[in-house]
């Protein structure tokens, strides 16, 4: 058992007036089949559902990932919190007051670290808010009329500025902050001569913040034009912040989400471009931090929506990143769509230059992505050159044979022959080689089941059986529980459930312990039944061959004594003891009859 910090009578409070259904189907789309509901796991990339929900029992698990746990485990990861932060969300959900809590000493020190680098972001970003109703601000307001951001725009992206290199430091310290969690927080660095300044000293601000509305950091626009100093200067990183990991904007897109009034997201580059979509209407946009999209960011944005339109700037296009991540969006689940803005380097200038209306037309008309990868890669090549063009077919070939289905690949092998004026059927073939060697894998060896991994699936069996209820029969189990035996914890656990007369709750049991995926709780806890009507007497025969191996094993020790011992009378005993359990074997045996 693990202390959680907070009273056991709580933390079952808070299960009960969470239901497992209900939080998670505000993240991801739940499928009833059966008893369960089922879900496209948002902890790995998958396109058919292998995550489970069981209503009654309330937890989840992946099938894919091996991701599981009760609704407060779902929290941590989706958000990626610690579990004092989850409950204090769950409880928040409900309307429950959250509890003095303990926690060990270390556990308490970091929980307090990063409290208070929230603290000083928060601090800080309210200081650079501050600062734009300032004389010494005039730049900035220069700059920012002349972007044509609105007082609104400000407001939402919680815009300000840092009008020079001390006055935030001074800030701070009278707020009793410390020099050490300026630094690690990002917003203060430490000069040659010794002194501390302000990161972001003279530059605009702009808050990045976290899915729970948390500024974890800022990305600070030079107003300067020194050809010295970085055009943007970001967060290093930080206990809270992690750029591969962060969206700007969404936040937004979960509140919408909450609403339900999420259905495409628009995907930009830069924070301006974001911005400037919002002041046109386009409250979906997003951005990454100027970093390449991985599968978290793809992750992420899945959790919320499946449809999603890649608005690339003018000058990106035929770069492999971009394709990449079209490619990373796709195989995450989602349906992906592009728009190339021809007319503009950005959909700040476009909006700039042609009007809203205009840009959402653009958006209106996205297309489809594989479509503009086949048509945007031509143009790498000449396609008249028949060196170029089989380059062009290789490389096109081998996106084709990405795509998961083959009805998809027929959709588009037309696109490509009227690229490449090459008959279709010749596509066909060249796909077809390809898509074998794409997905060509090692075939996983035969593994045989020796006796230890039987003992340990039929310990599983019955630890199952136990706690689920299919049989009450524990103490004819005890036997086959040593104290050495890493399946004891479980075992004594539902031993004291049930010689109290207490029903065992598999949601409060993930509140217990510190279960791992792949650990002996997981697989009790999601133990695959075998059909009713062989069920019985498979436990029968789980529990016969544990007995058979532990009677072998208690032989092959006597044996092994026997060999060794010159001592007449020990090898009588041995002997008498080898015999004794002989004749427990042979009694089982025709027991099983």
Not at 69 to 78: A, E, L, P, S, T
Not at 144 to 156: A, F, P
Not at 289 to 309: E, P, S, V
């Amino acid at each position: 058992m693990i202390n959680k910090g907070f009273n056991q009578a709580f933390l079952d409070e808070v299960l009960q007036k969470n239901d497992i259904v209900s939080v998670i189907s505000k993240y991801i789309t739940l499928t009833r089949r059966g008893q369960n509901y089922w879900a496209c796991c948002p902890f790995h990339m998958e396109k058919t559902p292998s995550m489970s929900i069981k209503e009654d029992g309330q937890f989840f698990k992946c099938f894919g990932c091996g991701e599981g746990g009760n609704v407060i485990n779902f929290i941590r990861k989706i958000e990626d919190v610690d579990f004092v932060k989850a409950v204090e969300i769950l409880a928040k959900n409900a309307g429950m007051k959250m509890p003095e809590y303990e926690d060990t000493e270390e556990m308490r020190k970091k929980k307090e670290h990063r409290d208070r680098i929230l603290s000083v972001l928060k601090a800080t970003s309210e200081y650079y808010i501050s600062n734009l109703n300032k004389v010494e601000a005039n730049t900035h307001i220069e700059y920012i009329r002349k972007r044509g951001l609105s007082d609104e725009m400000l407001t939402k992206f919680k815009i300000g500025a840092s009008i020079d290199f001390y006055g935030l430091i001074k800030h701070l310290r009278s707020l009793g902050f410390k020099d050490t969690e300026m630094i690690d927080s990002g917003v203060a660095s430490r000069g040659d001569s010794g002194l501390l300044y302000d990161f972001y000293g003279g530059r605009l601000i702009f808050p990045i913040i976290n899915g729970l509305g948390e500024v974890v950091g800022f990305s600070g626009r030079d107003l300067s034009n020194d050809p010295q100093r970085a055009k943007y200067k970001n967060t290093p990183q930080t206990l809270v912040f992690n750029k591969s990991q962060l969206i700007y904007g969404y936040h937004f897109l979960r509140e919408l989400k909450k609403q339900k009034m999420l259905d495409t997201i628009v995907l930009v580059e830069g924070q301006m471009d974001v911005i400037a979509c919002h002041q046109a209407g386009v409250n979906t946009a997003i951005g990454v931090m100027g970093t390449a999209l991985t599968t978290n960011h793809a992750r992420d944005l899945r959790y919320l929506c499946n449809d999603i339109i890649v608005c690339l700037d003018g000058d990106k296009a035929g770069e492999g990143a971009t394709y990449k991540a079209l490619e990373i969006l796709k195989q995450a689940g989602m349906n992906v769509k592009v728009v190339r803005l021809t007319k503009a380097k950005d959909p700040d200038e476009y909006i700039k230059k042609f009007g809203k209306d205009a840009f959402l037309e653009e958006l209106f008309n996205a297309g489809d992505y594989m479509e503009f990868i086949l048509l945007d890669l031509a143009k790498k090549y000449d396609i008249n050159n028949r060196a170029d063009r089989n380059k062009y077919i290789n490389e096109a070939i081998e996106y084709l044979s990405r795509l998961s289905t083959g009805y998809e690949q027929e959709i588009y092998l037309p696109v490509l022959k009227e690229i490449v004026k090459v008959p279709i059927e010749t596509l066909r073939n060249s796909l077809s080689g390809a898509r074998e060697e794409y997905s060509k894998v090692d075939d996983k060896e035969d593994i045989e089941l020796k006796s230890n991994a039987y003992e340990s699936i039929a310990k599983i069996c019955i630890l199952a059986s136990l706690l689920y209820g299919k049989t009450t029969q524990i103490l004819n189990y005890e036997d086959l529980f040593d104290e050495n035996d890493e399946y004891r914890q479980v075992f004594t656990y539902i031993l004291d459930k049930l010689s109290n007369n207490q029903d065992i709750n598999v949601s409060t049991i993930y509140s217990c312990f510190d279960i791992e995926k792949d650990s002996v709780w997981d697989k009790v806890i999601n133990y695959q039944f075998p059909n009713d009507d062989v069920f019985y007497n498979y436990l029968k025969d789980c529990e016969y061959r544990l007995r058979i191996n532990k009677f072998n094993n208690a032989k092959q020790k006597i044996k092994s004594q026997l060999s060794i011992t010159m001592n007449i009378d020990e090898k009588y005993e041995c002997l008498a003891r080898l015999k004794i359990l002989d004749d427990q074997i042979a009694k089982m045996k025709e027991e099983m009859k």
